[in-house]
């Protein structure tokens, strides 16, 4: 029997120090991190469910959808739109604005999310996860359009990710530091297990698909370049590389023992200004890694700067250990000058 703070309870207790909190937010909450603990029984039964590979659908973005892609936007959406705290959802999954069916109630907030990020990692078994942001609706209890979604990710109310790795964890910020929650699958319930999360200044561990290289911009391939020079190049250190191609395990990882993620503006295609969105992954990202004392950039803006001009806007990201990311940003803004 466990007897740590559950995350039910550490909600509760951030409404307490909330002046003028009603309850509405702590219970979206609750609805989130109950989605959470469905799709992680989902991912985690894998083929025992029939519920691996492809669809012959593709999302708005011109991806394969995966069928978890699919079953875990249901879940999402079966799970917050019923209890009258939304006026919306965005979701990658979607082309627009879900809107809340005219039998429930509306809201004061707006929810957006990746449902499963990294499914491509799906049928071989490598952690996957689902990123969230919630947003005040600028007219709360009217349907949400897709203009009151494009909100710089300064004005994200929370920030969270679930990652279902070796263990399912769900960390979370309130504008008030990070913390990581683990799932005591006896208990059903998310245990505080990482306090206070923090991204250490300096590190020796980047992250980037390099294959990717000669699509790089000038900063990104000198950045790299340098650290794979090691101890005999301009950096005098010898540096580590990973790359699990789901960006919440890279964002995990970075929160556990630092390191640097980038997902450069690249020019393999012109029309896109990099491969993440901007609402649903960036942001939250972003949030969470600011708030642990880490740096998120485009390399020439702060990430959370940036006013959105599309539900599903594309940015680049470089993110993670603040010292490192002040680097790649400096030599952005030498070859701007
Ligand atoms: P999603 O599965 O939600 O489409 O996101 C995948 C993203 C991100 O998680 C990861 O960092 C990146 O795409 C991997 O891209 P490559 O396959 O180009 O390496
Ligand atoms: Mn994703
Ligand atoms: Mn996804």
């Known amino acids: 029997m466990h007897t740590g703070t ?25 609805d989130v991190v109950t989605a959470c603990k469905a799709i992680s029984n989902a991912v985690n039964k894998g083929a025992l469910l029939g519920v691996m590979g492809s669809l012959d659908s593709e999302n708005v973005q011109g991806e394969t ?28 999954e979607m082309d627009t604005v879900y809107d ?17 990020d990294g499914s491509s990692n799906v049928d071989v078994n490598i952690s996957v996860g689902t990123i969230f942001s919630i947003l005040k609706a ?6 949400a359009r897709p203009e009151d979604f494009l909100q710089a990710g300064t ?3 929370c920030a969270g990710y679930a990652i279902y790795g070796s263990s399912t964890m769900l960390v979370l910020t309130l504008g008030n530091g990070v913390n990581g929650f683990t799932l005591d699958r006896d208990v059903g319930e998310f ?19 390099a294959s990717n290289r000669r699509f790089w911009e000038a900063p990104v391939q000198r950045y790299v370049d340098e650290c794979l020079a090691g101890k005999e190049g301009p950096r005098g250190k010898d540096f580590n590389m990973r790359w699990v191609a789901s960006m919440v395990a890279e964002v995990h ?12 503006r690249d020019t393999k295609d012109p029309a896109k200004a990099g491969k993440l969105r901007l609402l649903y992954e960036a942001n939250p990202m972003a949030f969470i890694v600011e708030q642990a004392g880490g740096a998120a950039t485009t390399g020439y803006q702060r990430i959370l700067d ?8 594309r940015v680049p990201v470089i993110l993670g250990s603040k010292n490192e990311v002040d680097t790649v940003s400096g030599y952005h803004h030498e070859k701007a000058a």
Do not use: C
Not at 138 to 143: A, M, S, T
Not at 253 to 264: A, E, K, V, W
Not at 306 to 313: E, R, V, Y
């Open 306 to 313: 940036i006013a959105p001009d599309g539900l599903h806007q």
């Open 191 to 209: 245990v505080l297990t990482h306090r206070n999360m923090t991204i250490p200044a300096d590190t020796r561990e980047f992250a980037i698909n």
């Open 253 to 264: 990882r970075i929160l556990t023992r630092g390191g640097i993620f980038m997902y450069p």
């Open 6 to 30: 559950t995350l039910t309870q550490f909600i509760i207790e951030e409404q307490r120090r909330a002046a003028g909190a009603t309850g509405d937010f702590t219970s979206l909450l609750n």
């Open 138 to 143: 600028p007219v709360p209890n009217r349907p």
């Open 65 to 92: 959808q995966k069928k978890l892609d699919v079953i875990t936007n249901d879940i999402m959406i079966r799970s917050n739109a019923w209890a009258g705290h939304l006026a919306g959802m965005a979701s990658e």
């Open 100 to 116: 809340i069916p005219t039998q429930y109630p509306l809201g004061k907030y707006l929810l957006v999310f990746d449902p499963l």
């Open 155 to 157: 004005k994200q109310v």
